[in-house]
């Protein structure tokens, strides 16, 4: 796509200008202003209703910003996505996740296949894996059914897996129990097995490559695990299987292939927790409710793919992270569920947009002048407002928040429920307004800390409301940020699929290794920070 470079836009020119003005402007006084604010500044899709109106801006803003998405060509991206063109540049690849949600039938033909059938032979295949163990059909190396299912697996083999998991406990099976193996610690394999009875135990390696150092390390002790239980290497057939795009590795690490669940290289890692990486997923929720899940994503897909960007919930929350990030220079976004069960939702945010936006140059390689990826991070709510809070409230950075809530309990117990939800909207509330010097002295405060008791307010919120968390919520609410990291990669013409930055520090790692063990002199060609930490490590290990 040939578009101007950001800061060469109109809107972008024009926002810069509007900016100035909008920056000294306070919401106290947006919403005097327009008391049908709250109920115009609201958007609604796939079970998700959005509050936008306490952000710093108006209906100049937000025209703006649209104009912006449209000379950026936000929507022929957007339909190029779906196409199924090749959109990540820099790995020469289509980006289509969107089509692993998409209902059987759904006619979707790339490069003369049919992917949609694809990936329903896949779930179909997941499906019937899912209900045998589920049923206790398929049995282990000593005839016993599978109680325990450990996923091993890192980033996007991951942090999908876990936080559906634990996201959607509510619906999964109490019987079986699961766990996520990936960090190349030992620790974390030895504490997530110890209790575990191998013969009831089935190992899901999980990498689209089959070449991630962590994972086949973690797959590699699991099987020496398993096998010093059970002594039968015929036994590995009944306890591993393998989720993956690469059929080779996967055969010459020792998994039968006929147990092993395909993907497709237009499915990014951090895009790829509806895929058979989900199958973890799939096991705990069965293959009923995983469809629910899936129904939510495509819901959430169709509106932004249909929906006028002025109503398009993941355009807005997109488009509002580049004016917070581009304008008034904000350099973080929070997200807070107040939803126990979504407490890994923010780490499994931080994949899908860091490594998707923390990009420095455009789709045809020039440095950017602006800047892109905002950090994103979280904790549920109310744990966030105990600890880090106080400084969003009244510290010196702009960190705009998105607070999500459910308007039901999954576990309703007295009042906890209305206490919880209440303090979504207070924090909305307290961000936006704050507390001036007039209301604090009215107070009765010593003048001596009226200072410190001012809050200026002004501190922009989402609020995203849904009536209570559920597999097709969840699916919603992820394609939402999907597609809301779309927009901003379309905006700043980055390559929001590829993650070039990562292999740098693997491939020293792995360079690494060997030295840590070595006595050999002399030794260690690099800086001397590396070398001395290197050698102290080395006597501190002897
Ligand atoms: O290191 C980053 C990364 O490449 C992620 O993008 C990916 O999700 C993760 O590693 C795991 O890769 P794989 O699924 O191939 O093991």
Redesign the pocket.
């Known amino acids: 796509m040939a578009t101007q470079p950001l800061r060469n836009r109109p809107a972008y020119q024009a926002l810069t200008e509007h900016h100035a003005e909008i920056e000294g402007r306070h919401l106290r006084d947006l919403f005097a202003e327009d008391p049908t604010r709250g109920e115009r500044y609201a958007a609604e899709a796939a079970g998700l209703y959005l509050d936008y109106s306490k952000n710093r801006i108006t209906d100049k803003t937000l025209n703006l910003l649209a104009q912006l998405a449209r000379e950026s060509d936000l929507e022929a991206r957007r339909d190029a996505m779906f196409a199924g063109d090749r959109i990540n540049v820099s790995e020469n690849r289509s980006v289509l996740h969107v089509a692993l949600r998409m209902p059987k039938g759904t006619p979707l033909v790339v490069d003369g296949t049919d992917v949609v059938a694809q990936v329903h032979d896949v779930l179909d295949r997941m499906a019937d894996f899912a209900t045998r163990i589920r049923s206790g059909a398929w049995r282990g190396h000593t005839g016993k059914p599978i109680r325990n299912i450990v996923n091993i ?5 991951d942090l999908g897996p876990v936080m559906a998991y634990e996201a959607l406990r509510h619906y999964t099976d109490r019987n079986l129990t699961f766990r996520f193996v990936s960090n190349v610690d030992a620790t974390d394999l030895a504490e997530a097995t110890r209790d575990l009875a191998a013969d009831e135990t089935l190992f899901i390696v ?7 150092i962590e ?1 086949l390390t973690n797959a590699t002790s699991a099987r020496d695990w398993l096998l010093d239980q059970l002594g039968d290497p015929a036994a590995i057939a009944k306890h591993f299987v393998a989720v993956s795009t690469n059929t080779e590795r996967v055969a010459e690490f020792g998994i039968d292939t006929a147990n092993m669940f395909g993907f497709w290289d237009w499915v ?3 895009y790829s927790m509806d895929s058979a990486i989900g199958l973890s997923t799939m096991l705990a929720l069965g293959p009923e409710q995983f469809g629910q899940l899936l129904a939510g994503f495509h819901e959430m897909d169709e509106h932004f793919r249909t929906t006028p960007l002025e109503r398009n919930l993941p355009v807005l929350m997109g488009l509002l992270a580049i004016w917070y990030t581009d304008f008034f220079g904000a350099a973080s976004i929070g997200v807070m569920p107040y939803e126990q069960y979504l407490k890994r939702f923010p780490a499994y945010l931080q ?1 899908l947009t860091m ?1 998707s936006n923390g990009k420095h140059v455009t789709l045809d390689g020039r440095p950017v002048d602006y800047q892109t990826g905002p950090v994103y991070w979280g904790e549920p709510g109310t744990n966030g407002q105990h600890s880090f809070y106080q400084l969003i409230h009244q510290g010196t950075r702009l960190i705009p928040v998105d607070l999500i809530g459910f308007a039901q309990s999954l576990n309703p117990l007295r009042d906890h429920h209305d206490i919880l939800s209440s303090n979504v909207f207070a924090q909305a509330l307290a961000l936006a307004f704050g507390k001036t010097e007039q209301e604090v002295r009215a107070e009765g405060t010593p003048e001596a800390v009226v200072a410190h008791r001012v809050m200026q307010g002004n501190r922009p919120t989402n609020v995203l409301l849904a009536q209570k968390l559920t597999p097709h919520v969840l699916g919603a609410l992820v394609a939402l940020y999907e597609h809301s990291v779309f927009t901003q990669g379309a905006v700043w013409d980055v390559d929001s699929f590829d ?1 070039w930055g ?1 292999e740098l520090g ?1 491939v020293l790692a792995v360079a690494i290794i060997p030295e840590l063990s070595s006595t050999a002199e002399p030794e260690l060609g690099h800086d001397s920070s590396t070398n001395a930490l290197i050698r102290r490590y080395r006597a501190l290990k002897a």
Do not use: L, P
């Not at 697996?153 to 083999?157: A, D, E, F, K």
């Open positions: 697996g890192i980033g996007g083999s999980s990498s689209k490559t089959f070449g991630t994972t990014g890692g951090r994949q490594e993650q990562v693997k």
